[in-house]
């Protein structure tokens, strides 16, 4: 299973094919599409209208309409079994918690090339994956878009005891 990591951007595109173009290379049958909508917090000021009552009803409409949107998401050229999943809360996390349930053979996300300033203040979802996600973590981007079978790998070791498991990996 390929797990990826879809926001409806232009670039999820990238990811999509990515996914597909791997997943015909590696013989892997099913895609799973995960969508992670943000919860941000909101705190129930009744002055400014915000009931706990009224935030419920504003993340229901929300996933829901990500649920829509998310059925409605093709993965060009694959022919396989596509399944899809929203799911809410800080996406990196949930995105490894999706794949750890679907235990992916990979997870694959977009990285959308922000400035060192905006990933201090947005943060990375990928860079986050590539420390958390159970399984290898592919990252493309419009720069460098997946479109081939696994050629070479660079599996970059340091001599520590996890060098050996990296290598054996790759």
Do not use: N, Q, Y
């Not at 990826?4 to 015909?24: M, Q, R, T, W, Y």
């Not at 290379?25 to 599409?33: D, E, P, R, W, Y």
């Not at 009803?57 to 022919?79: H, M, N, Q, S, T």
Request: charged share 20%; aromatic share 4%.
């Amino acid at each position: 299973t390929i797990v990826v990591g879809v926001d409806f951007s232009p670039l999820g595109d990238v990811a999509l094919a990515g996914a597909s173009a791997l997943a015909g290379s590696l013989g892997i049958k099913t895609i799973h599409l995960v969508h992670v909508a943000e919860a941000f917090p909101l705190v129930p000021v009744a002055g400014f209208g915000f009931t706990p009552e009224a935030v419920g009803v504003a993340i229901d409409a929300e996933l829901e309409e990500a649920r829509k949107k998310l059925a409605k998401v093709k993965v060009p050229g694959f022919e396989g079994r596509v399944t899809h999943e929203v799911r809410m809360g800080p996406p990196a996390p949930e995105l490894a918690t999706a794949a750890a349930k679907a235990r992916a053979d990979v997870l694959v996300v977009a990285s959308h090339d922000r400035s060192v300033l905006g990933r201090m203040i947005v943060g990375s979802v990928a860079s986050a994956l590539l420390r958390i996600a159970p399984c290898p973590v592919l990252v493309v981007g419009k720069d460098r878009p997946w479109s081939g079978a696994i050629k070479h790998i660079v599996a970059g070791v340091d001599l520590a005891p996890v060098s050996a498991a990296v290598v054996a990996e790759a």
